[in-house]
Every structure is written in structure tokens, then in C-alpha cells.
């Protein structure tokens, strides 16, 4: 049991790491040398043990159009709606939706 928990603590430190440099699960796993499938396994373990409630949750491009930018609605898998402008850059709508995640 022991080393199970600490294998889970090194792939969590992993993970961390790969969360905060925003890196894939590919240069995460050059970099760590643990396989790719087994990284992303254990992301979604942790992920499903620390919000259960998290699934699938499906995008739906209602309108594309090249005018100016529409707002962006983002729906979370537990009901809870994000309207932000459409000039929002990727990298802050990222933050803000893995905050909002992490709050709810």
C-alpha cells in the first residue's frame, strides 16, 4: 500500500506540473519518462476522486461568423453558464474556467 501511495504522489507533483505550464500529456511524458496513457489514466482518476460530478460536457458552435467577436457562452457539465466577450484571450477564458471548475 505504500508504494501505491507513493507512486500517487509522484504522478500528482506530474500532474501539477503539467497543469501549470500547461504542457500535453506527450512532453509531459518525455519529460517524466511515464507512458502517456498512464498519465492521462491517473489525470482523470485524481480529477474524477476530487469532483466527482465531472463528465462530458459538450460544446455547440451555434453561429461561426467573421464580424466583430459574439460573446462566449461556456456551459459546465452542473447547469452553471459563462457569457464572456468574444475578445477574450484563450489562456484567460482557460483560467477562468478551471477556477470557476474548482469552485463549484
Sequence with gaps: MKKRTKR?????KWL???EK????????S??????????ASMSRKIRLEKNPQVGFCELK?????K?????VTV???????LVVDGQI???????LCRALLSAC
Design 16 to 18: 501539477g506540473i503539467r
Design 21 to 28: 505550464e500547461g504542457i500535453s500529456f506527450r512532453e509531459l
Design 67 to 71: 464580424a466583430a467577436p459574439s460573446p
Design 61 to 65: 458552435v451555434v453561429e461561426a461568423t
Design 89 to 95: 484571450d484563450p489562456e484567460s477564458l482557460k483560467d
Design 75 to 81: 456551459r459546465f457539465p452542473a447547469g452553471h453558464e
Design 30 to 39: 518525455a519529460r517524466s519518462g511515464i507512458p502517456m496513457g498512464t498519465l
Design 8 to 12: 500517487q504522489k509522484e504522478m500528482e
